[in-house]
């Protein structure tokens, strides 16, 4: 099949764009010292290339991401990076015989995960980011009441997001320092082998962590690719010409295919104006007949491809595979 | 089932206030007087319900939309109110015996729905949004080339989507006055005796519409809320407080549940402070829990909803029915 006749939005992947990416990474953080983080792309599909390059452990967000990981057989190590009140899917999980780390931060998730027969768990920290994470101080004393009711403690978490999208080399590099200060003091009073933090704008910065949990290098967005870093666009959303006036154009993609949080995607050469429901609004760089294809870039990857049901990896013209989005809901 | 044992988050429609929205627009705009526009919540089950009140005709904004409709058995007067370069499908629906009528606003898309063999049209005029519609002066030459083409013209649209949101009343009045004096205009130019306009901003003064192409009415979200209109929040997302902190909680509810395209949703009596992917960061009212619930106002429901694989009907802590978003994708 080729570009031309797939029904439009369509997200479309660069398969030599990817695997340029997948290479620059496995080569700075060879094998366990990255945990992909697959809430970037939420395809098992492309989890499973990530560990063709020797990413065996991975990084979920939510307990259906975790579920689905296992289902395609990459359940060797995963880390739900994130709190959960109801903690039971995920012993059913390890029941199951998969390896599951959950994240916890109070009494209340420590007992949770004890309840639901969660083996093991990292002590998630707050290192700067107003979120999850306890307070360091406290770290130690949820460790030992997580040792006490059976868990297994691997060490802790703290997540830098409050710096991975600063563009800013320098500042980050600065503030990183005094969030993983942090990290360190707690992952002393907690104990085990395990420092995970890091994203994609902090991947060759953060020397403190033991793995990192990048997920939007594989395919970048217009966010991150302020920050100077080796990653290209290797993502982008196949959109039609459906309206050309006198000054603008509008293509069919919208804000039901593009995640907004982070602003406006780009166009090349182009002005975006603004995005409706299924329009975006533009004043092209050359003239634009209706029909006509363009790639929107999105300015946030992450809930742009949680619209989509499928990825389209492309090689110029030609759709090599198919891929679903298959750990959208929860 | 209880709203309890629901996974989060969750979106929650109030029955007793769904059914208030649709009683007092039925009322307002009796039968095809409203032509509710699906795009909004893309659920035909919820479609059904405004059948149910009266309105036999719909406005969907894509193909899979209008798709969906007929599957539904709800395919007795369908437009699509939006330009499309490939109108195969369209043609198709046509075909099997669906009344099928389309926005053309050029040259490419009228010739387009005579290749595809759509039978009907309305003539997309711009009335001062700048996205689709062609302009006023144009009108009566497309209308002519598509009765040349075989066409039937049914009339005119022009969406005033600058003015719906609109938080003053008589701004809204005067800039819709001169809205619509454009689009009368056309419509004389064109012919036929369909006048399609308006939204739920604009459902109770746009009185030189045949029909108004409302959609939000039926659940509202906190942007139409500022309008001073008399319908009621129906729509909520049901979210799990997942870690509590000194000076903020946090909950499962983030920018892959939330258009997040009208800013940040609101949560009664708490001051938001942000959205990540997967967690609201929030300074409750009152003291919260790990494992309590909190019903989330989105700002924009239809690219919320977008992001669901269902609504679930309450009444009170009942959940009475599951309606599946069966009109995503495109």
Redesign the interface.
Known sequence: MRTSEL???ALLVDASRLEANLATMAEALPGARLRPHV?AHKCTALAARQSAHGHRTFTC??TAEMEGMVRAGLGDDLLLA?????ASRLGALAGQGARVTLAV??E??VD?AARARVPEVLIDV?VGL??????PDDAGRLAERARAAGLQVRGVMGYE?HIVGLEDRATRETMLAESMALLLRAGEDVGGDVISAGGTGTYDINTWATEIQAGSYVLMDTAYAKLGLPFVHALSVLA?????????A?A?CG???L???HGNPSVDGSEV?F?????L?FVPGSPL???DRINVLPA?I??TI??H?RLHVVDGEDVVERWAVDLR??
Chains 1, 2 share one sequence.
């Open positions: 029904t439009t939005p809430k967000a939510t994130n709190e959960v009140a109801d931060d109070s209340a998730t949770e707050d107003p979120r999850c994470g306890c307070r997001g039609t010409v459906i309206s050309v006036s006198k000054g603008w509008v069919d804000v039901k295919a995640g907004m949080d104006w995005c409706s429901d299924e329009h609004t007949h209706v029909g946030h992450d809930p949680a619209y049901e809901g929860w």
